[in-house]
């Protein structure tokens, strides 16, 4: 079974604080990828990753970014967490293009 | 780039009666379009996928129509049951590997 893991379920942050959230896959999969899910709104792609240290912005990039510094592990940075960055972040993987993508629990990231 | 559209955002059903939710798109270039279900507190779940040379493709209970001409697509439930209970959402792609997501549909089967 495909996993991917995210490194905390619930996240609690102080606005302007450096916030890292963690995603590890365990099937050697070529792509990941971070989205947000906001109600309403669905899922948006903030970054994805189609190779180590290889990262493309996705539809709403701006305050966030990336590092992938290993094949399983894909990270998603908030340099200064603001309150409008309060949501819930998922993230999955993929073995190529077009492909299924295994999605993790998620982080709700609540930012005050 | 793309725009999903997603119909209608709650259901309701009785059980063992159809679900439909429809989808449609703005690329005429998309080719791949996948549905997944989210269940509380998980991520969500691919279900169905269909890809831009057929019409339709069916797996038990489930089935996805396309339709090109008019940009959209369904997903079709029949005898729905307690566990289909989720939201669901539907997305589509170009050859790439942006999936451009629907906003989603939250279906509640009665008992």
């Known amino acids: 079974d495909v996993k991917v893991t995210q490194s905390s379920r619930y996240l609690v942050k102080r606005t302007g604080e450096k916030v890292f959230l963690e995603c590890v896959q365990d099937?050697?999969?070529?792509?990941m990828f971070w989205y947000r899910q906001d109600p309403g709104l669905g899922l948006r792609l903030i970054y994805f990753?189609?190779?180590?240290?290889?990262?493309e912005k996705g539809d709403i990039p701006e305050g966030y970014s990336v590092s992938r510094e290993k094949k399983e592990r894909f990270s998603l940075i908030l340099e200064s967490a603001s309150t409008n960055q309060t949501s819930m972040y998922l993230c999955?993987?993929?073995?190529?293009?077009?492909?299924?993508?295994?999605f993790g629990p998620g982080t709700r990231l609540t930012v005050l | 780039g793309e725009n999903v559209e997603q119909h209608p955002s709650t259901l309701s059903v009785q059980e063992g009666d159809s679900a439909v939710i429809k989808c449609t798109y703005s690329?005429?270039?998309?080719?791949?379009f996948p549905w997944y279900k989210q269940e509380l507190g998980k991520g969500p779940q691919l279900i169905i996928d269909?890809?831009?040379?057929?019409g339709e493709k069916k797996d038990q209970r489930i089935a996805v129509t396309l339709n090109k001409t008019a940009k959209h697509f369904s997903l079709h439930i029949t005898e729905t049951q307690p566990e289909d209970s989720a939201v669901y959402f539907c997305?589509?792609?170009?050859?790439?590997?942006?999936?451009?997501f629907g906003a989603g549909t939250t279906v509640t089967v009665r008992a």
């Open positions: 999955a993987s993929s073995p190529s293009g077009n492909d299924e993508q295994f």
């Open positions: 990753s189609y190779d180590v240290k290889m990262k």
């Open positions: 997305a589509a792609s170009m050859n790439d590997y942006k999936l451009s």
């Open positions: 269909i890809r831009s040379n057929v």
């Open positions: 099937m050697d999969h070529e792509n």
């Open positions: 690329d005429s270039a998309s080719n791949y």
